[in-house]
């Protein structure tokens, strides 16, 4: 699959992301900006209510370095799972 979820990205009922406007577009940019190492980010979608960010890339080779990279790595003092998500799963996604 060329899609990966991130969970356990933030804490939603957090002060941050419920009050800091900037938190989600900050969010998107450290992600987006951290996962282009491992190849082209096609679309990035953040679950607001779960935590989660899921993540589309140009090839599956990418989203495998990824979810390596990635996985059980922390981030903002909370470690991180990832996995992959098929791409109909992605695509259903509205977020």
């Known amino acids: 699959s060329s899609c990966v979820l ?4 933030f804490d939603p009922h957090s002060e941050d992301a419920k009050t800091d406007p900037d938190f989600f577009s900050d969010l998107r940019e450290d992600v987006g900006e951290e996962c282009g190492k ?14 989660i960010v899921y993540l589309r890339f140009d090839e599956a080779e990418s989203a495998t370095r990824a979810l390596t990279a990635l996985n059980n790595r922390w981030f903002a003092g909370k470690q991180i799972t990832a996995d992959y998500v098929s791409e109909e799963a992605f695509d259903a996604l509205d977020l």
Not at 6 to 9: Q, S
Not at 42 to 49: N, P, Q, W
């Open 6 to 9: 991130l969970k356990n990205m």
């Open 38 to 51: 491992h190849g082209r980010v096609r679309k990035l979608k953040v679950d607001k209510t779960g935590g």
